[in-house]
């Protein structure tokens, strides 16, 4: 698959990040930021994604703009910036002064890749009234945009206490009413929310912004946290409809690129040149049964 109909795909940061530990110890990937950058071009994939903490690390050690120059080198396009969470705490608390670091390293690293867009959310699950994270969302979509072109994505997902549902993520980026600002739809939480492919026609095309492809089993484990950073699987090998939820998807008019987002401790395990060929294979393959 090239640049046809079918799309093109971005490996995002925790399905190509190797044996990392997801969310409890070292986030930042032991494989080398050039060697994903290559393995990324030579599979086929357009873009990489980049989580936080790989970002810091790396930045011990090059600038940024020599990030950006190996990223150019090996002929990528697309980047996907992630992750800032917290940034509707009130301020004074601990949590919004890591937050808003988070978010100038976020936005400077947007701003140097012309990412395509960064991706926020709640994945600790804070509390927050929607009338409040609305307004936070279309404060933070109006900072991000004196930084950088890159969207603002906001992740809608099952541990969201806020925006569990379908209907509060489109009041949510309606009620912000953004240029910049939109939802990030991935097939696994949809799935898991239970929103099928259908549902998401109610989305205004405007806000329709991001799509990420993972697979899973319908029926939930008894530790859905360990589920969903560990048991993903590659679109095509679940039971999801991967096709379905990418036919509705181009129906509603979305022709951006597409992200793989398996978090898989069985993925992780792989060598680096495998983790990439598969997650490329398999969600091409997927794209293309996509395609009508």
């Given at each position: 698959?090239?640049?046809?109909?079918?799309?093109?795909?971005l490996?995002?940061?925790?399905?190509v990040?190797?044996?990392?530990?997801?969310?409890?110890?070292?986030?930042?990937?032991?494989?080398?930021?050039?060697?994903r950058c290559?393995?990324?071009?030579?599979?086929?994939?357009?873009g990489?994604?980049?989580?936080?903490?790989d970002?810091?690390?790396?930045?011990?050690?090059?600038?940024?703009?020599e990030?950006?120059?190996?990223?150019?080198?090996?002929?990528?396009?697309y980047?996907?910036?992630?992750?800032?969470?917290?940034?509707?705490?009130?301020e004074?608390?601990?949590?919004?002064?890591e937050?808003?670091?988070?978010?100038?390293?976020?936005?400077?690293t947007a701003?140097?890749?012309?990412?395509?867009?960064i991706?926020?959310?709640?994945?600790?699950?804070t509390p927050?009234e929607?009338?409040?994270?609305?307004?936070?969302?279309?404060?933070?979509?109006?900072e991000?945009?004196?930084?950088?072109?890159?969207?603002?994505?906001?992740?809608?997902?099952?541990?969201?206490v806020?925006?569990?549902?379908?209907?509060?993520?489109?009041?949510?980026?309606?009620?912000?009413?953004?240029?910049?600002?939109?939802?990030?739809?991935?097939?696994?939480?949809?799935?898991?929310?239970?929103?099928p492919?259908?549902?998401?026609?109610?989305?205004?095309?405007?806000?329709?912004t991001?799509?990420?492809?993972?697979?899973?089993?319908?029926?939930?484990?008894?530790?859905?946290?360990?589920?969903?950073?560990?048991h993903?699987?590659l679109?095509g090998?679940?039971?999801?409809d991967i096709?379905?939820?990418?036919?509705?998807?181009r129906e509603?008019g979305?022709q951006?690129?597409?992200?793989v987002?398996?978090?898989?401790?069985?993925?992780?395990?792989?060598p680096?040149?495998?983790?990439?060929q598969?997650?490329?294979?398999?969600?091409?393959?997927?794209?293309r049964a996509?395609?009508?």
């Open positions: 698959m090239g640049e046809g109909d079918e799309g093109e795909l490996a995002l940061y925790w399905t990040a190797g044996p990392a530990d997801v969310h409890v110890g070292r986030e930042w990937s032991t494989f080398e930021w050039r060697d290559t393995e990324a071009q030579r599979v086929g994939f357009k990489l994604g980049l989580w936080h903490a970002i810091e690390h790396q930045l011990e050690t090059r600038t940024l703009a990030m950006k120059q190996i990223f150019d080198d090996a002929g990528l396009t980047l996907e910036v992630e992750f800032l969470a917290d940034f509707f705490v009130p004074g608390e601990p949590a919004r002064a937050s808003d670091a988070r978010r100038r390293l976020l936005f400077d701003a140097a890749f012309d990412a395509h867009h991706k926020v959310g709640n994945i600790p699950g927050c929607l009338d409040r994270l609305i307004e936070s969302f279309a404060q933070l979509c109006e991000a945009a004196d930084h950088t072109a890159a969207k603002v994505v906001y992740e809608f997902m099952p541990f969201d806020n925006v569990d549902t379908l209907d509060a993520a489109i009041e949510l980026v309606t009620g912000a009413g953004a240029g910049n600002g939109g939802l990030a739809i991935d097939t696994w939480h949809c799935a898991k929310i239970g929103i492919p259908a549902d998401l026609r109610q989305i205004p095309p405007q806000y329709f991001w799509v990420e492809l993972s697979d899973g089993q319908r029926q939930n484990m008894p530790d859905l946290v360990d589920e969903t950073v560990n993903r699987r679109p090998e679940g039971e999801f096709p379905g939820y990418v036919e509705v998807c509603v979305y951006g690129p597409w992200g987002e398996v978090l898989s401790e069985g993925l992780r395990s792989l680096i040149e495998e983790e990439f598969r997650a490329y294979e398999t969600t091409a393959a997927q794209l996509g395609v009508a």
